[in-house]
């Protein structure tokens, strides 16, 4: 195969388009994880750009996108995919708008997905989906981005312009999968409390101590509120002891926590009685803050869920805005609504 591969490629290449497409995709099915793939740019004088040019000159359709995506996913894992992924990357960008860029694209991000590629040439693909006009391509291309980076690094490396081109979206029926991103994004936010502590927590502290033999992350007094945050391994011990603070304590509205360190986990654990089905992010409220929209299962757990008056809701939005840093992300700002999923547009 390695000795004839220049022979039959020329072959491919002097084929009408009718018959060129399936013999080129069998050629490449066969040197698949073989060394000949291995050594199409160094061994046997064979360029990768002699495959990419047999598939550019193929007609546009569902065949030639069949070709490309046999051609990236015989050189997933190898030093080529690094080496020559400008030039694979131009040939998804000269494609024409439609399923068959879509599936190549597709097929391009996840042959580097979870390789250092994907860090090296993450701007890349970021910079080629730029040029992409706004349609249900554009938005199913960088979700696909979005999910190959899901929980990595990466996702927060590149925090910043990832959350520019999902704002720049247009709406449209492309709604929900925007949401979709944005909370991927929104939750790989890193967070933290301040640890300074007023006269009146540090008493508090001690209190909890007493009470629970539990020593708190954090206290933070808002309004008639007062917020215990310990960690996960203390949470069900500390409540046991609740009740009993309670009653010492009956001016003030007690809440233990427990605290993590990601956004959409922690805000799960400041709703811990109503039933909380989802939790979703919109990209602009009125104040041009990241809305966060915790949904509940009916008008009754919504009640629970924002407080009497809404009193409960206001402190939790008052305690991020003053006592939670988003990390690097500097400016960045939410406001948390509830919602009963049965009746969308009743928000608090």
Do not use: W
Request: glycine content about 6%; overall charge neutral.
């Amino acid at each position: 195969m390695r000795e004839k591969f220049t022979n039959l490629l020329t072959v491919v290449e002097a084929m009408p388009d009718d018959y060129k497409c399936d013999a080129f995709r069998h050629l490449i099915s066969a040197i698949k994880g073989t060394d000949v793939i291995k050594a199409l740019s160094s061994r046997i004088g064979i360029t990768f750009s002699n495959l990419l040019t047999v598939v550019e000159s193929m007609a546009a359709g569902e065949a030639k996108g069949d070709a490309f995506s046999d051609l990236v996913r015989a050189i997933k894992g190898t030093e080529m995919m690094r080496e020559k992924f400008s030039n694979v990357l131009d040939v998804v960008e000269i494609m024409p708008d439609g399923h068959n860029k879509l599936g190549a694209f597709s097929d391009l991000v996840y042959a580097i997905k979870g390789t250092d590629v994907m860090r090296e040439k993450c701007a890349n693909l970021l910079t080629a989906m730029e040029s992409i006009p706004d349609n249900e391509y554009k938005v199913d291309m960088f979700s696909d981005l979005i999910s190959a980076i899901e929980g990595t690094n990466l996702m927060k490396e590149k925090f910043g312009d990832l959350l520019t081109v999902v704002e720049t979206m247009p709406d449209d029926e492309n709604k929900l999968i925007k949401i979709e991103m944005f909370t991927k994004l929104i939750n790989t936010i890193a967070i933290s409390f301040k640890k300074k502590f007023t006269i009146r927590e540090l008493l508090l502290h001690q209190y909890f101590y007493q009470c629970c033999k539990v020593y708190p992350k954090n206290i933070i007094l808002i309004g008639n509120f007062v917020f215990f945050l310990v960690n996960s391994r203390d949470y069900f011990n500390a409540k046991l002891s609740l009740p009993l603070m309670r009653s010492h304590l009956t001016i003030k509205k007690l809440v233990i926590i427990r605290e993590e360190k990601t956004l959409l986990r922690l805000l799960y654990n400041f709703f811990p009685d109503p039933q909380v089905h989802n939790i979703r992010v919109n990209q602009n409220g009125p104040s041009g803050k990241k809305e966060i929209i915790v949904g509940v299962s009916s008008f009754v757990e919504r009640g629970i869920a924002i407080g009497c008056r809404g009193e409960y809701i206001k402190a939790v939005n008052k305690l991020f805005e003053e006592n939670v840093s988003f990390g690097e992300n500097f400016g960045f700002q939410i406001i948390i609504k509830c919602e009963d999923i049965h009746s969308r547009g009743k928000i608090s």
